[in-house]
């Protein structure tokens, strides 16, 4: 079945421990990103792909990393999370741009 | 920053009538899209419309595009219970990223 997989699904952490969302496509598509969805600010892009090796900023980068060293994965890492950054987090992939995105199930984060 | 703006923010309406969810913009684009999502579940693509396109159809789904006025529209026809779910447009203009509004939600009742 053609899907984006995200890890965990709930998180519950502390302020200041690392911690990595997993995102993995099984569709070959060139395009990943990360989104984060919050009451009443609605979905804003944290990060985007373009391709393998290929990464930059979205609207809300400050606080997090990306990786992109091969085609399916494309994880979000937080290196010392704080509690602004509580929220349901989703990665997308995509063909390429100009297309639909596909939407992974979610993360729901939650940083005491 | 936010680029689709929905109206409404929510519609509830009975099982069989249509919907119809409205979303305007504010930059030129290369593409609108919209998307459901179920209370907190991730998003679902519905149907993408091109900025040379003013029409499309998929199922019981219609998008119109009016990039004179910047503007789209989703109709949602025969809506079922099943359909009860929030409702998001999205803006391609960069080629780099979707903008998404902040969604329609649609209640159909039994």
């Known amino acids: 079945e053609a899907q984006v997989t995200q890890n965990p699904r709930y998180l519950i952490t502390v302020t200041g421990k690392k911690l990595t969302v997993t995102c993995s496509q099984n569709?070959?598509?060139?395009?990943m990103s990360w989104y984060r969805q919050d009451p009443g600010l609605g979905l804003r892009q944290i990060y985007y792909?373009?391709?393998?090796?290929?990464?930059d900023k979205g609207d809300v980068p400050e606080g997090y990393k990306v990786s992109r060293k091969e085609k399916r994965n494309f994880p979000l890492i937080l290196e010392s999370p704080s509690p602004n950054q509580t929220s349901l987090y989703f990665c997308?992939?995509?063909?390429?741009?100009?297309?639909?995105?596909?939407f992974g199930s979610g993360t729901r984060l939650t940083v005491v | 920053s936010q680029q689709g703006e929905e109206d409404p923010q929510a519609l509830s309406i009975q099982e069989g009538e249509n919907a119809t969810m409205n979303c305007s913009y504010k930059?030129?684009?290369?593409?609108l899209q919209w998307y459901r999502q179920n209370s907190g579940r991730g998003l679902v693509h519905l149907i993408l419309?091109?900025?040379?396109?003013r029409e499309k159809h998929s199922g019981r789904l219609r998008v119109t595009l009016d990039t004179s006025k910047k503007s789209s529209s989703l109709l949602i026809t025969a809506s079922r219970a099943a359909d009860t779910a929030s409702y998001f447009c999205?803006?391609?203009?960069?080629?780099?990223?979707?903008?998404f509004g902040e969604g329609t939600q649609l209640t159909v009742n039994p």
């Open positions: 569709m070959n598509h060139e395009y």
């Open positions: 419309i091109r900025s040379n396109e």
């Open positions: 930059t030129s684009i290369n593409n």
């Open positions: 999205a803006t391609d203009a960069s080629g780099s990223r979707l903008t």
């Open positions: 997308a992939s995509s063909f390429r741009t100009g297309y639909g995105y596909t």
């Open positions: 792909s373009m391709n393998v090796e290929v990464t």
